[in-house]
């Protein structure tokens, strides 16, 4: 199982960046996707959710508005389409996959059995 995130960058505040979490080795309408941030000196801080059926997605109060996520299923990825970016958006944004999320638990880190290495955002003027 592999999961790599990318699409990270250098974004002026209020500028979008579009993060693609790529997928193998597991089937992937079993797995809910989630993404998380962390910034340095900070708590691991969770951003969105998608759960395995797509029916179902979730999003962190900080970002509700303003981050999109979905999959495209023949491509095996999951985005993360973020506009309207900030300084606070600044972090390493990483990708994880879970067999079963719901409201009270895809922001916490124990569902998640697989973790992508991050992909770097720096929002700045």
């Known amino acids: 199982v592999q999961l790599q995130a990318s699409g990270g960058g250098l974004v002026q505040p209020g500028g979008s960046l579009t993060l693609s979490c790529a997928y193998s080795?597991?089937?992937?309408?079993?797995?809910?996707i989630g993404w998380f941030r962390q910034a340095p000196g900070m708590e691991r801080e969770a951003v969105s959710c998608?759960?395995?059926?797509?029916?179902?997605?979730y999003y962190g109060t900080s970002v509700k508005g303003r981050f999109t996520i979905s999959r495209d299923k023949p491509k095996n990825t999951v985005y993360l389409q973020m506009n309207n970016l900030q300084p606070e958006d600044t972090a390493v944004y990483s990708c994880?996959?879970?067999?079963?999320?719901?409201?009270?638990?895809?922001?916490?880190?124990?569902?998640?059995?697989?973790w992508g290495q991050g992909t770097q955002v720096t929002v700045s003027s």
């Open positions: 080795g597991f089937h992937l309408d079993l797995y809910a």
């Open positions: 994880a996959a879970a067999l079963r999320v719901g409201v009270n638990t895809w922001f916490t880190t124990t569902p998640y059995d697989y």
């Open positions: 998608l759960s395995a059926s797509d029916t179902s997605t």
